[in-house]
Nanobody
Framework: QVPLVESGGGLVQAGGSLRLSCGAS????????LSWFRQAPGLDREFVACITWNAANSYYADSVKGRFTISRDNAKNTMYLQMNSLKPEDTAVYYC????????????????????WGQGTQVTVSS
């Protein structure tokens, strides 16, 4: 098991901002691509953003592009998701995932590509 721990979720009004964090122990984190997914009740887990191990590349879902920013600090073993201009449709449990393959030059947009997951953090955006 690779322990990933998300934090930073909460209740915010539409138009507001939140910053999510995902932490893990060093050897399980810095050499691997990481991702954020979200899951609303009754729906499948949905890709939000991902970032390669060295932060050289990142990708976003069209629904969050321009509003969300993914980043990582390998020295702190932490990944972030800065979420601005939040909308009610962003309401979901947000999960961080870790690629099982070290050193990949790209990161995947399918949940099946990630082996390790955190427990999730709830984000609720009120209208």
């Amino acid at each position: 098991q690779v322990p990933l721990v998300e934090s930073g979720g909460g209740l915010v009004q539409a138009g507001g901002s939140l910053r999510l964090s995902c932490g893990a122990s060093g050897r399980t984190f810095s050499n691997y691509a990481l991702s954020w997914f979200r899951q609303a009740p009754g729906l499948d887990r949905e890709f939000v953003a991902c970032i390669t191990w060295n932060a050289a590349n990142s990708y976003y879902a069209d629904s969050v592009k321009g509003r969300f920013t993914i980043s990582r600090d390998n020295a702190k073993n932490t990944m972030y998701l800065q979420m601005n201009s939040l909308k009610p449709e962003d309401t979901a449990v947000y999960y961080c995932g870790r690629d099982p393959v070290a050193g990949a030059s790209a990161c995947g947009r399918s949940a099946y590509e990630y082996t390790y997951w955190g427990q999730g953090t709830q984000v609720t955006v009120s209208s």
